[in-house]
T-cell receptor, first 115, second 108 residues
Framework: EAGVTQFPSHSVIEKGQTVTLRCDPI?????LYWYRRVMGKEIKFLLH????????ESGMPNNRFLAERTGGTYSTLKVQPAELEDSGVYFC?????????????FGPGTRLTVL | GDSVTQMEGPVTLSEEAFLTINCTYT??????LFWYVQYPGEGLQLLLK?????DKGSNKGFEATYRKETTSFHLEKGSVQVSDSAVYFC???????FGSGTKLNVKP
């Protein structure tokens, strides 16, 4: 069974540009989460989808970040326009059930560098 | 809100040494506690979990006991190996909080 995949693995862009990150969860997992780790600091929650609906987006830092999950399958996270402080590693995870009860399966992450 | 306090790293040990990584938490609601591990170049993966007070999770020689009275979930391993070098994250119950992790370096 394929795990959670993320694309691209690395992205280097200039300040002001747009970047779109993609996450493909494990097939059948209704729950999809985005996290990011900035400068080796703590991993911070960004948002949580249940199928195509945003269950919790309290961690989204500002309106430059837009997450979508059309059709309840893969998800995209767009940063527009990117700023220097957006650099970090963006992780996606999926799970069968939500609420923190059960294991989340993580993708390898996308390393974003904004110059 | 929910939070976790995890031992700061890096922790450097020699092979076959005893490992303890401390984790204490404040959280409400959900009973499950988790330790995740991130090996170099990979995403996080579940190492072990405990689902209720006094429950002990174990995997790959690692153990952690969920102690509700001290709100702790310390990770232990009796004899570490070089292959255990990774970043370890304590995840308390609640809203998907993973903290900053503890980097473990094991030297041969």
């Amino acid at each position: 069974e394929a795990g959670v995949t993320q694309f691209p693995s690395h992205s280097v862009i200039e300040k002001g540009q747009t970047v779109t990150l993609r996450c493909d969860p494990i097939s059948g997992h209704d729950n999809l989460y985005w996290y990011r780790r900035v400068m080796g600091k703590e991993i911070k929650f960004l948002l949580h989808f249940v199928k195509e609906s945003k269950q919790d987006e309290s961690g989204m830092p500002n309106n430059r970040f837009l997450a979508e999950r059309t059709g309840g399958t893969y998800s995209t996270l767009k940063v527009q326009p990117a700023e220097l402080e957006d650099s970090g590693v963006y992780f996606c995870a999926s799970s069968e059930t939500g609420g923190g009860y059960n294991e989340q399966f993580f993708g390898p992450g996308t390393r974003l560098t904004v110059l | 809100g929910d939070s976790v306090t995890q031992m700061e790293g890096p922790v450097t040990l020699s092979e076959e040494a005893f490992l303890t990584i401390n984790c204490t938490y404040t959280a409400t609601g959900y009973p499950s506690l988790f330790w995740y591990v991130q090996y170099p170049g990979e995403g996080l993966q579940l190492l072990l979990k405990a689902t209720k007070a006094d429950d002990k999770g174990s995997n790959k020689g690692f153990e952690a006991t969920y102690r509700k009275e001290t709100t702790s979930f310390h990770l232990e391993k009796g004899s570490v190996q070089v292959s255990d070098s990774a970043v370890y994250f304590c995840a308390p119950p609640g809203k998907f909080y993973f903290g900053s992790g503890t980097k473990l370096n094991v030297k041969p």
